[in-house]
């Protein structure tokens, strides 16, 4: 690792693992981030937290780990409190901290142990979508105390999506097979032709706090249809320790069984090839065992891990046609999770859905390196307080329109252009013309009056858009277009000076001029 290095720093929290990555500001090189006593492998962190009391040390990750046999572990042992954070229906057992509690004692002790070699200039988080709003706020609170004056938020699917370059506005399956629970989704990125792509929302920038700028209106993924239950690799484990002694839950046993796991989840591993292991039996003696491939298969089957996942899939799929989404309209299936690299459940899904890409990254890192992704390295000089439009016709309802180009809150100068193809709304059109607006930079909200007091209307009206006071580019085509017919493609995008400059061609990609609309402020 080298000294001083500066750029961003990703944590990707998860129910079983929590991963850690840094992106140099100076290149696009990503690296995975090893602390001692803390993390498992380079950049895993276990999701747990043990903690006796005030007048003792909490202990996290693989330290924390170690003590989950003690004695009181069922008050002190905390994991899986992920998914309870933001989740007001779930309940947890009775512990000496709560999901939130525990969260924030994990996170403040990793981010105290993150190595001081490492100058940290940007902190990006993720966030699941089913629970985004609850879990976005208490992200808000938490990062008030972190020493950083920039933190940036994305949503794990689409994170997961920007990891495999999947096009932006497609619908995705991914199936994420974690330590303690299968989790199926359907989902839409942001962005497509004619939309703003997925950005990190920015919750501080520069020491302010920002989360207020877009709570209206936050850019996540859509859900078409979600599965789950909670199985998942420990249970796997235990199988594999039930197989040879049944009835077995020696921790150590459970160790060797991730491990055997793990080996047999490689691509080429051969179904003849033998494994000589030993476990402890229940009076303490090693004992030998072999296994295989086929064997390895044979406990999954009995086990009934493929019905399952059949019945999780059906469940999917059947929720995904209620929202007009059907298999076909996939564009992928991203596997994520330690579970997935599996060859036979792998095997499985090729089987179920056929003729649909399947993309399996890097089962742990993937959704923490796609968040590095979303907020790239280079230095961003501010953000945008008002969001910018441009004027269309919709010819369906023949009514102008406001357009969004770039959404507030966003960073700037932009990291890519905005693509919009423009359609002729009459006949023999040749000339369009070039129309920007902006959002108020303050906002008005309803206030309805509910027995004499005010109070804030539930569901707030558009922001709305104030035309540039400057003259309209217009742009000329030398043959006429008829209605209807795609005729001009525009790119957006900010320079460092705080320009708006929009590039022009026509339909067949010849290249018509670029011109400077304006500052946007």
Known sequence: MEKNCSGTLAIDLGNTNTVIAFQNEKGNDSFLIDIPGITSSPGVVPTAVWFEGKETIARIGESALKKKNCTNSEIYFHSNFKRLIGNPIERQNKKFLSPIESGEKFFKILWENIPKELDIKRLVLTAPIDTYKGYRKWLINLCKDFAIDEVALVDEPTAAGIGVNVPLGSKIMIIDIGGSTIDMSIIKTQGGEGKSAPIAELLKFQGRDLSAISTQKLRFAEIISKSGSKIGGKDIDQWIVNYFLPLNQDERNLLIAEKLKCKLSAQEIKSERRYLFSLFTAENQEKEFFMSKEIFEKILTENNLLSHLDYLLKDLLNEARGNFCKT??????????????????????????????????PPIESIALGALAMTPGVKIKDILLKGVSIKLFNKREQKHFWHPIFSKGQTWPTEKPFELILQASKDGQNIFEIIIGETKKKRNFDVIFKNGLPKLSEFQNEEEVIQWNKKPLKISLKNACKIGEDSLKLYFHIAKDSSLYIRYLDINEKELGEFNLGSIF
């Not at 997935?340 to 792998?346: A, F, M, N, S, V």
């Not at 089987?351 to 399996?360: H, L, P």
Request: contains cysteine; proline residues 6%.
């Open 328 to 361: 076909e309209d996939l564009n992928c299936v991203i596997f994520v999770g330690g579970g997935t690299q599996i060859p036979l459940l792998k095997e499985w899904i090729s089987n179920k859905i056929e003729g649909i890409q399947i993309k399996s990254p």
